[in-house]
């Protein structure tokens, strides 16, 4: 049974001691975030991660990521279970949305479940394209190995060569986001190509192989031959439905489709090219 409010909530910001709160959510809700994901957010957002409380507990978070100040993202969108069904979420994205109207950034997008899609839609955003989220389960891995997450601290002389493809990641996402590379890939292993890169995390429930980005389907196979080679356990992989080369090549090594989300837009299109784009980042920031 939910619990009703008896007062009005209002946004307040979030900070690293509500970190272990942000991660309760986060686990009834089912998701793959960690401390370093939430971590992440609040370097790159300190002004934009948002919660309500009650009775001094976080009972819902969002957050906003803003890209060179063209657009930005809306993520961890999440309610306690005890308090859904009461507008809570709808009463942070409204807040999140009137302080990037209040900085003048025309374009905001996010990733929509199912559950979601008729939300967005009424409060404004538009579908762009479908992406479907494939997971590899770990028993379809090499049982030999026992690690079941990438081994963050391996440093190789690709740690950084990434940055040779910014332009070309500008071009799939449509803004800079320099920044959130550079902090992803301290977490991450790398792997990079003549045309394209690709990058692999840890997550609590599996590894999270994204972003990628390619020229072509070929490097992006390439890179993600490469990427599963060097990490064991499962691997949760999002992959537009339009890459329909790639989602086969997913299904050949064993991924399995589990569940579908729906990029969507409010306000001016600053252009994506999803012809560029094999692997998101992750719902929360693109």
Known sequence: MNRPLGSELHPSILGQDH??????LCRFAGWNQTKQDWQRFLRLNPKSCFGLFHDQNCIAT??????????????????????RRQGLAKRLLN????????????CVRLDATPAGLQVYQGLGFVPEFVLS??????????VSRTNPK???????SEETSYRKHLELDKLAFGSDRSELLADLAGDSLICSADNGFGMMRAGHLANYLGPLTAKSPGVAKDVVSRLLDATPGAIFW??????????????????QKDRSLTRMRRGKNVPQDVNLMYGISGPSTG
């Open 95 to 106: 807040h999140c949305l009137s302080r990037l109207d209040e900085q003048g950034i025309a």
């Open 238 to 255: 999002d992959i537009p439905d339009s890459q329909m080369e790639t989602t086969q090549f997913a299904h050949s090594l064993g991924f």
């Open 62 to 83: 969002c957050i906003s990521t803003e890209y060179a100040r063209q657009q930005a993202w809306i993520g961890m969108m999440l309610v306690h279970p005890e308090y």
């Open 133 to 142: 989220r494939w997971r590899l389960p770990e028993q379809t891995r090499d």
């Open 150 to 156: 990438p081994r963050n601290t391996r440093k190789s």
């Open 19 to 24: 970190i272990p709160a942000a991660l309760e």
